[in-house]
């Protein structure tokens, strides 16, 4: 069996009049991360780990923001995208270990439901994704509430 690891890192700023999307799901907020997509930065993280693992470039490379064909895109749908991407390659989601950095809101009581919308978008164990939140203790531009950033890490394997 082969195996394989890959790293993914995403950020998006926070504004004013957006819904907050995060891991799939709607978390309640006075604020929204901008992106081209629905700047889903807890799933951009875990694509960019996807594709790194399986050598295949980044969720830039794949997904463009010059494309209006992505323009509001739910990012569920280009996690499917990538899911399938690596899959042609003969990988599979071994698990998913990811941590999310903000300073509010608190979002231990939606990580739940965000492990729930993964795993069905990506049709692997609940079990097999691993979400985890933490502020910067009110430092740089996440603890100044002005953005949010995302870390994963992915294990994905295939049969030699």
Do not use: W
Request: aromatic letters at 6%; one cysteine or more.
């Amino acid at each position: 069996m082969k195996v394989r690891v890959g790293f993914g890192y995403d950020v998006h700023r926070l504004a004013e009049g957006r819904d907050f999307i995060l891991g799939g799901i709607k978390v309640e907020h006075s604020k929204g991360a901008l992106g081209h997509s629905d700047a889903d930065t807890l799933i951009h993280a875990i694509c960019d780990a996807l594709l790194g693992a399986a050598n295949m470039g980044d969720i830039g490379t794949h997904f463009p923001d010059t494309s209006v064909e992505y323009k509001g895109i739910d990012s569920k749908v280009l996690l499917a995208k990538t899911v399938a991407l690596i899959a042609e390659k003969g990988y599979s989601i071994s698990n998913i270990d990811s941590t999310v950095c903000l300073q509010t809101p608190k979002i231990k009581q939606f990580i739940p439901d965000m492990k729930a919308a993964l795993a069905q978008t990506m049709n692997i164990d609940e079990g097999d994704i691993s979400i985890k939140a933490t502020t910067t203790e009110k430092l740089g531009f996440v603890g100044r509430e002005e953005g949010v950033s995302a870390y994963a890490v992915v294990l994905i394997s295939r049969k030699s």
